[in-house]
């Protein structure tokens, strides 16, 4: 099985710059996912990492490093709207490729 | 209108009743899938469908049944529903292998067993 790790509360001011670290433990690693979710509603797609390395998306940038088992994402010029549930999950090579999602960490960015 | 709906967006029933949430799609997409989710514990998987005659279960698919009546729909049926069955209930659609698209998701269901 999977293994995923991520801080279940941060906060932050607005303007500022907030990392939210996922590890995870698994076999069979393929890639993983960040999902943003606003209270009450659906997940939305903000990227999907293979490779090792930063993939940089407007404010939004995230990190991957497979050899540690390691994914951040990185939000930038923080607003209120970007207050939220991010949620890592994994993906693995075998006969689904279904990802398993991580319990998510919830943001808060106060004025 | 949304690529994936979900019915009804609310819902509350009584302990030991069946009750059916609906999902269909317009993206076109092969995949689907059902997910609850519960504070603190994130979006558990309860069954998918890779296409119409594929069915199988997921990590949390006891007092859950489904049924994919067509490419576009797949309905979630709760037999005997009980307390614990309260949840947000999300469908999922992908294309078919490793997509780094990633799900679409419906708005949701929430579902309370009173």
């Known amino acids: 099985g999977q293994n995923i790790d991520q801080p279940t509360e941060m906060t932050a001011t607005e303007g500022a710059i907030v990392q939210i670290n996922c590890t995870y433990q698994?076999?069979?690693?393929?890639?993983l996912f960040w999902y943003q979710q606003h209270a009450g509603e659906a997940p939305t797609f903000l990227s999907y990492?293979?490779?090792?390395g930063l993939e940089e998306k407007g404010r939004f940038s995230s990190f991957l490093s497979r050899s540690k088992g390691y994914s951040y994402l990185l939000l930038k010029e923080l607003q209120m709207k970007d207050s939220a549930s991010y949620l890592c999950?994994?993906?693995?090579?075998?006969?689904?490729?279904?990802?398993?999602f991580g319990r998510g960490t919830s943001l808060i960015v106060h004025p | 209108d949304a690529d994936v709906t979900q019915t009804p967006r609310n819902r509350i029933t009584k302990t030991g009743k069946r009750i059916m949430l609906e999902c269909s799609q317009t993206?076109?997409?092969?995949?689907m899938y059902w997910y609850r989710q519960d504070p603190g514990l994130g979006l558990r998987l309860i069954y998918y469908?890779?296409?119409?005659?594929?069915?199988n279960k997921g990590e949390i698919s006891d007092g859950y049944s489904v049924s994919r009546q067509a490419q576009a729909k797949f309905s979630l049926s709760l037999e005997s529903a009980i307390p614990n069955q309260t949840a947000l209930y999300f469908c999922?659609?992908?294309?078919?292998?490793?997509?780094?698209?990633?799900?679409?998701f419906g708005s949701g269901t929430r579902l309370t067993v009173v």
């Open positions: 469908s890779f296409d119409v005659k594929d069915i």
């Open positions: 999950a994994v993906n693995v090579r075998g006969g689904s490729y279904i990802p398993t």
């Open positions: 990492n293979v490779l090792d």
């Open positions: 698994t076999s069979g690693f393929n890639g």
């Open positions: 993206k076109g997409h092969d995949r």
């Open positions: 999922a659609t992908s294309e078919a292998g490793t997509s780094d698209r990633g799900y679409t």
